[in-house]
């Protein structure tokens, strides 16, 4: 099964979206940077357990239409109804990784008439410090230009490859990394707004059925952790091993975690 790809018209323009399968709906909500790219290995493997599975690009990334200003989370988070209007689906399942998870609690919250069930794998209930500490960290991503020596390049793969320690796919990796780079000059919107947002706040005020999905190599798995300690009333599920491409990593236990909360 290949998925299928199409436009929707969204808060900041079209919206990209691919669909895979057929079945309960089940919205993907990628990490930043990159793109629905990081879904690819995850697609056939909802549709083969009989979910539809829904991969957005986020807008300014993939294919999407880029924002004209910087957006809040509470700005992205419509692009779930959109896409899931276009496809005359009234309610869905949303899951979304690192930056993904932020915008699906948001979504959830904003439009509990369309959600079904949350999975968030990489929460980030951070405190004041931490946000902070984080969005220094990030704000390098504003410095990105053009180069023509290519240089640029390099301090890019550089800057995503010491993110995280021992990767495992270099073709995971790779992928991602290409799909990033899309963005351009924009790509900091996402992180930014990410690092504005109080997700320990919004996750209290969920009330949908919420999964916390994390994996032991993940760069933010202690969040995670927390996360689970923070919210016991959250159903929790942990692979062994990945890093921040764990999506592309594992797939197939990726998919089984999804799959048994889905179906419980």
């Known amino acids: 099964m290949k998925p299928r790809k199409a436009y929707a018209d969204g808060p900041f323009g079209q919206i990209h979206y691919a669909v895979c399968g057929t079945g309960m709906p089940l919205v993907l909500l990628h990490q930043s940077p990159t793109d629905m790219v990081q879904f690819a290995r995850v697609m056939p493997l909802l549709a083969a357990a009989g979910i539809r599975a829904i991969a957005i690009d986020l807008p300014g990334f993939g294919s999407s239409d880029v924002p004209d200003h910087p957006p809040t989370i509470a700005e992205y988070a419509p692009v779930v109804p959109a896409v899931l209007d276009a496809l005359g689906i009234a309610r869905a399942h949303i899951l979304g990784h690192h930056t993904g998870a932020i915008i699906a609690t948001e979504a959830a919250l904003q439009f509990p008439g369309r959600t079904d069930r949350v999975i968030l794998h990489g929460p980030l209930p951070m405190s004041d410090e931490e946000r902070a500490m984080w969005r220094q960290i990030l704000s390098r991503e504003k410095e990105w230009n053009l180069r023509w020596d290519g240089s640029h390049l390099i301090e890019q793969w550089g800057f995503r490859h010491g993110a995280q320690g021992a990767w495992t796919d270099i073709e995971a990796f790779h992928a991602n ?31 949908a059925p919420c999964l ?16 689970r300690e923070q919210f016991p009333q959250f159903a929790w599920a942990e692979i062994e091993g990945g890093t921040i ?4 990593e594992l797939p ?13």
């Open 177 to 207: 990394f290409i799909h990033g780079l899309l963005a351009g000059r924009t790509v900091w919107y996402a992180h930014d707004a990410v690092m504005t947002y109080r997700h320990e706040e919004a996750m209290a005020r969920l009330t």
């Open 212 to 227: 916390i999905l994390a994996n032991t190599g993940d760069a933010i798995y202690g969040f995670s952790q927390r996360a």
């Open 245 to 248: 491409d764990a999506i592309d």
């Open 252 to 264: 197939r236990a990726w998919t089984d975690a999804v799959v048994a909360f889905l179906r419980r």
